[in-house]
């Protein structure tokens, strides 16, 4: 993989349960970036985290970044049907470059 | 304001014909990127322009891709001839350019072309 590993690779959760997906990186990094994808859909900017910041929220999601273990976790409170989706977490390969992306979480919420 | 937009949504083409994918940016958006993802493997870069001009074309997987973006608007991916292994969804997306950082952190996603090759 370019960038690393992500896991879970699927997760199964129930509405209301809370999900937790995470992502490893190999490259120091200057922002991790989270996206979603929803089945044949585009890709959705979720949140960005830099390098400098340790965590950050964004209604119902809260990231996490640890640059000595070059991890991050996305956490989503009180799951909806409606987040079944795929997760993806990316790094820019260098200032206004590329994105690398994990290899994505397959996540779904079951009403 | 309008956001990423590609044409066509879907196209499923026989091994050997062309096609071509269209991408049109944000306004004003100078950087433009092409991803790919196939079989449901991870999103892999194809390349970048900055205006009109190729910036990274690292991830082109060969010479039967051709990418342009002519007066530095809309972009296009021409694949000829299409293999089997080119399907999957290619993905576009756009961001500004930070002249003063040189930071373009957000790239904004079209909604992909999804690509069939029989």
């Known amino acids: 993989s370019q960038q690393g590993e992500e896991d879970p690779q699927a997760l199964s959760i129930q509405e209301g349960e809370n999900a937790t997906m995470n992502c490893s990186y190999k490259?120091?990094?200057?922002?991790l970036q989270w996206y979603r994808q929803n089945s044949g859909r585009g890709l959705v900017h979720l949140i960005l985290i830099r390098s400098n910041e340790r965590e950050k929220h964004s209604g119902r999601l809260r990231v996490t970044l640890d640059t000595s273990k070059k991890s991050s976790s996305l956490l989503i409170t009180a799951s909806r049907a409606a987040d079944t989706a795929s997760y993806f977490c990316a790094t820019i390969y260098n200032q206004g470059g590329k994105l690398i992306f994990g290899q994505g979480t397959e996540l779904s919420v079951k009403p | 304001e309008a956001g990423v937009t590609q044409f066509p949504s879907h196209s499923v083409i026989e091994k050997g014909q062309t096609v071509t994918l269209r991408c049109d940016p944000i306004?004003?958006?100078?950087?433009l990127y092409w991803y790919r993802r196939v079989m449901g493997k991870e999103i892999k870069f194809l390349l970048h322009?900055?205006?009109?001009?190729?910036?990274?074309e690292s991830g082109m997987p060969n010479n039967r891709f051709l990418a342009e973006r002519t007066g530095g608007t809309y972009s296009t991916l021409k694949v000829q001839p299409a293999e089997l292994e080119d399907s999957g969804v290619y993905f576009c997306a756009s961001s500004l350019r930070d002249y003063q950082t040189r930071s373009t952190d957000t790239q904004y996603f079209g909604p992909g072309t999804r690509l069939t090759v029989l």
């Open positions: 490259t120091s990094i200057n922002n």
């Open positions: 322009f900055v205006k009109e001009s190729k910036q990274d």
């Open positions: 306004s004003g958006h100078d950087n």
